[in-house]
């Protein structure tokens, strides 16, 4: 155990329910005291969306969301809230739709109750993303913390397989991230531990059964407790990487993470032996890289950056990119050679063992 650190918990309601979203929505809602909801979803998420928030107070739908939330989207809801005179947020949906809530309440200040319907984690976070000129910024600020959480695994069943495969390894990234984040503590890696445990074990029930619902809860508690790790821990490596190669070269989140992941583990691991006994004991392996390939291996995850759109030639761009994000914090000193070899073998699809 580590002494002399600090650690902020941030305040939130969180719902754990199933089948009982709705009531949830309105619970929250009312605890508000908002009488002007904007919903915030997907044109795909729009019927679910209709029945998840019929019994509260809806101005207004809006539906233009967009992945990795670019600045004039964000500008488009912004003047959608204002002329809507909403005086609350509820978003339903991933990570981005969460992430346009967010960009709402960033310059408005209204509170929100995010209802997730994948395993992205940014409803449990106070991290903000928006992307312009083919860059990605984030920052921190207490107006994004969704006021309310309302979680019920039943909104998740409609994710396919793979969908959840990569989302539920993003998650699980937010674990491995949060053992040397650059604020990382004793209690951000002790959630993180069980984040892992539960989301190792869970993947494999989601494939095996998709419409399990049990398995599926056990998802977003995992993720949840990621979310809340990874809050408190800071950006490492690995999201620095991602947030470089969704911003610059639009890939795709949950997929890009599932990708990375193992290859900065392999990095990371040999030099961090308390993260290494951590997520080795959580996966039940006898090394962190073993079990992380393992579960990989049995869920049938990405596995190459080109399948998703990376083209050979923007690998050294990348590494440039990327070097100057590197934190302080990470177990290893890395060059933009090191970052393009690991590129590349994230590229290739090689097995990081």
């Not at 739908?61 to 005179?85: F, L, Q, Y």
């Not at 397989?161 to 998650?171: F, K, R, Y």
């Amino acid at each position: 155990m580590t002494t002399g650190f600090e650690h902020e918990t941030l305040g939130q309601r969180v719902r754990f329910t199933r089948d009982g979203a709705a009531e949830g929505v309105a619970a929250e809602v009312s605890h508000l005291g908002a009488e002007r909801v904007m919903v915030i979803a997907s044109g795909a998420g729009e019927a679910l969306a209709a029945r998840v928030t019929a019994d509260i107070p809806v101005v207004l739908v809006h539906d233009d969301v967009v992945m990795h939330v670019p600045v004039e989207v964000a500008d488009r809801a912004r003047e959608a809230a204002e002329s809507s005179g909403a005086d609350a947020l509820v978003c339903l949906g991933g990570g981005s739709t969460t992430g346009l809530a967010k960009a709402v309440a960033l310059t408005t200040g209204l509170p929100i109750v995010a209802v997730p319907t994948t395993y992205a984690g940014s409803e449990a976070t106070n991290v903000w993303g928006l992307t312009e000129d083919a860059v990605k910024t984030t920052g921190v600020d207490a107006r994004v913390l969704p006021r309310a959480i309302v979680y019920d695994a039943s909104l998740t069943t409609s994710l396919p397989v793979d969908l959840s495969v990569a989302s539920g390894l993003n998650a699980l990234a937010h674990c491995v991230d949060s053992m040397w984040a650059p604020r990382s503590d004793p209690i951000d890696r002790a959630l993180a531990e069980e984040g892992i445990r539960a989301l190792g074990g869970a993947l494999p029930r989601v494939v095996d059964a998709p419409g399990d619902l049990a398995g599926r809860e056990r998802m977003l508690y995992g993720a949840y407790l990621a979310a809340v790790a990874f809050s408190s821990a800071g950006s490492g490596l690995h999201h620095k990487i991602c947030h470089v190669l969704g911003g610059r070269y639009g890939l795709p989140h949950a997929q890009t993470h599932a990708v990375v992941l193992p290859h900065v583990l392999a990095l990371n691991a040999p030099r961090s032996p308390e993260a290494e006994a951590r997520i080795s004991r959580a996966l039940g392996s006898d090394s962190a890289l073993a079990g992380l390939q393992e579960l990989r291996d049995r869920i049938d995850a990405p596995t190459s950056l080109r399948d998703f759109g990376l083209r050979e030639e923007q690998l050294a761009d990348a590494a440039s990119a990327v070097l100057p994000a590197v934190p302080p914090s990470n177990p290893v000193t890395l060059s933009t050679d090191d970052l393009e070899r690991l590129l590349r073998r994230a590229w290739e699809g090689a097995d990081p063992r």
